[in-house]
Nanobody, 121 residues
């Protein structure tokens, strides 16, 4: 079994910062990529940022220049540093990992349970 556990969410004022962490544990052979998605009330889940095992990153246009994704894949961990937060960043943030549980297995996608980020104006 694979588990992704997020931490670091909370309530912050507009312009503030938060750092999210996500640790993957369990039967993991290799990780192809890890990332963060978010879902605001009444909206679809959207990609925030993603990093591959090769270090390639991509970001949603709405967070470029404000958020930074980093990873320590040796520890199966990914981070999201969020600066200059805006009320529109308010959402549940989900950690995501594309990984293999064995050398012969397919790459599957796993999700964390989500952590709430609320930005007050």
């Amino acid at each position: 079994q694979v588990q992704l556990v997020e931490s670091g969410g909370g309530l912050v004022q507009s312009g503030g910062s938060l750092r999210l962490s996500c640790a993957a544990s369990g039967s993991i052979f290799s990780i192809n990529a890890m990332g963060w998605y978010r879902q605001a009330p009444g909206k679809q889940r959207e990609l925030v940022a993603r990093v591959t095992s090769g270090g390639t990153t991509n970001y949603a246009d709405s967070v470029k220049g404000r958020f930074t994704i980093s990873s320590d894949l040796a520890k199966n961990t990914v981070y999201l540093q969020m600066n200059s937060l805006k009320p529109e960043d308010t959402a549940v943030y989900y950690c995501n990992a594309d990984l293999k549980v064995a050398h012969y297995a397919w790459v599957n996608t796993y999700w964390g349970q989500g952590t709430q980020v609320t930005v007050s104006s």
